[in-house]
């Protein structure tokens, strides 16, 4: 079976405030970098963002593909399985409130579908040379949403 690698970041400047996400696609010694920026968002979103657009960008299916990002968040809620509960229990949280950022995560579950998609943890700022290359990309997206 066939495998991209994808890097991914979000970046915040407050939180909420400006910012920007970023993805680096890899496929043998093929790459690709996106990134983009939003005016008003959280650091969550941007971490969810750039998978999604990750995802988006990628113009195969049935293949296998590693998301290497460093939000726990994301890495959580399909490590300890918080989305099977969420989608149980219509959205909600432990606390029966709505689920933050269901929006993005029903798009993300949407374009996982297309793939046999496996979400990794890579630790931030440690070194990682394309997860600071993706930190590096989404920081400078966030200063353009200022633009």
């Known amino acids: 079976m066939k495998e991209v690698v994808i890097y991914t970041d979000g970046a915040c400047s407050g939180n909420p405030g400006p910012g920007g996400w970023a993805a680096v696609l890899l496929f043998g ?8 920026a939003e005016k008003l ?4 979103r941007m971490e969810l963002r750039a998978i999604i657009e990750g995802l988006k960008a990628l113009k195969v299916t049935g293949w296998k593909v590693v998301v290497n990002t460093d939000s726990a968040y ?15 229990n219509g959205w909600k949280n432990s606390r ?3 689920v933050a950022n269901q929006d993005l995560w029903k798009e993300l579950l949407g374009l996982m579908e297309k793939n046999r998609v496996c979400i990794e943890k890579v630790k931030g700022h440690a070194g990682d040379h394309w997860n600071e290359r993706c930190d ?5 997206a ?3 949403s200022d633009d």
């Open 136 to 140: 590096e990309l989404a920081r400078q």
């Open 29 to 36: 010694e093929h790459q690709k970098e996106i990134s983009g």
């Open 96 to 98: 029966k409130e709505d």
């Open 41 to 44: 968002t959280t650091n969550q």
């Open 142 to 144: 966030s200063k353009q």
């Open 74 to 88: 994301v890495v959580n809620a399909f490590k300890q399985d918080w989305i099977s509960r969420w989608r149980k």
